[in-house]
């Protein structure tokens, strides 16, 4: 983010988030519609041990990425959830108006969560991707950070199942039905106007977000970084399941 951009946060946060988010919000995927459609119909790697254990297909992955090189922290403090040791490692790229992100959380997340994340086999980090100019996703994503960090990941939940009701409200009013929406998260009108214009933190998530462009290609959301492979769309609990049960 630059200087010039960083000066007008606090008058686009407040101000403009419902104008701007009229062209971004339940959008924001990018190609990950294509990608999340196409991976549907991706083949399932040839592995004849796999085969056997699963019925569900593998994801193929897009590329290759340095895992070493992506597990190391960015400007922010990881989000992170499960053992750092653990033998799979998961990253994920998402967007807060993202409808394939919010999917995923919905039906796929907590069970990925339970099954691994919770028994010492995954660890999984979350990071943020809200595409340039979609300060809706920006501003979620600030107020999550606003949070304290035990709250993170349920502040982050809550907005995604809410999603069409602030992202998309009726009114056009995203701001006001964000606002109430971060009420029910602990904010006061104070505290939420005081995380909306805190520039550093937009342009530290930001930050973010254009080194997972920049260093390991990411181009849409969700995209996972799994031990070493990069994969893009949406993901069913059978299908991440049987990856990481191909890498365990």
């Known amino acids: 983010?630059?200087?010039?951009?960083?000066?007008?946060?606090?008058?686009?946060?407040?101000?403009?988030?419902?104008i701007a988010a009229v062209g971004f919000a339940l959008t924001a995927c990018s190609d990950a519609e294509d990608k999340a459609a196409s991976a549907?119909?991706?083949?399932?790697?040839?592995?004849?041990?796999?085969?056997?254990?699963?019925?569900?297909?593998?994801?193929?992955?897009?590329?290759?990425?340095d895992m070493e090189e992506a597990l190391k922290p960015g400007p922010l403090k990881e989000m992170a959830l499960g053992d750092p040791n653990a033998p799979?490692?998961?990253?994920?790229?998402?967007?807060?108006?993202?409808?394939?992100?919010?999917?995923?959380?919905e039906k796929t997340f907590e069970a990925i969560k339970?099954?691994?994340?919770?028994?010492?086999?995954?660890?999984?980090?979350?990071?943020?991707f809200p595409f340039p100019q979609?300060?809706?996703?920006?501003a979620a994503f600030m107020l999550a950070r606003c949070t304290t960090e035990d709250k993170y990941f349920p502040f982050v939940s809550m907005l995604l199942k809410q999603q069409r009701t602030w992202a998309a409200p009726g009114d056009g009013d995203v701001r006001g039905?964000?606002?109430?929406?971060?009420?029910?998260?602990?904010?006061?009108?104070?505290?939420?106007d005081a995380?909306?214009?805190?520039?550093?933190?937009?342009?530290?998530?930001?930050?973010?977000?254009?080194?997972?462009?920049?260093?390991?290609?990411?181009?849409?959301?969700p995209t996972f970084l799994i031990n070493g492979k990069?994969?893009?769309?949406?993901?069913?609990?059978?299908?991440?399941?049987?990856?990481?049960?191909?890498?365990?």
């Open 1 to 18: 983010m630059s200087t010039s951009e960083l000066s007008i946060t606090k008058r686009r946060l407040l101000g403009g988030i419902a």
């Open 40 to 65: 549907e119909a991706k083949p399932a790697v040839s592995n004849e041990t796999t085969a056997s254990t699963t019925s569900a297909e593998i994801p193929t992955a897009d590329r290759d990425v």
């Open 134 to 138: 979609d300060t809706a996703s920006l």
């Open 195 to 221: 995380c909306l214009t805190n520039a550093q933190l937009a342009g530290d998530v930001s930050k973010v977000r254009d080194r997972g462009a920049e260093e390991f290609g990411v181009q849409s959301t």
């Open 177 to 192: 039905a964000m606002l109430q929406l971060s009420k029910l998260g602990g904010f006061t009108q104070e505290t939420f």
């Open 88 to 105: 799979v490692k998961v990253i994920e790229y998402m967007s807060m108006t993202c409808p394939h992100c919010a999917n995923f959380h």
């Open 230 to 248: 990069a994969y893009s769309g949406d993901m069913s609990v059978d299908s991440m399941s049987a990856l990481i049960d191909s890498l365990l």
């Open 114 to 128: 339970t099954k691994y994340v919770d028994t010492g086999k995954v660890y999984f980090v979350l990071r943020e």
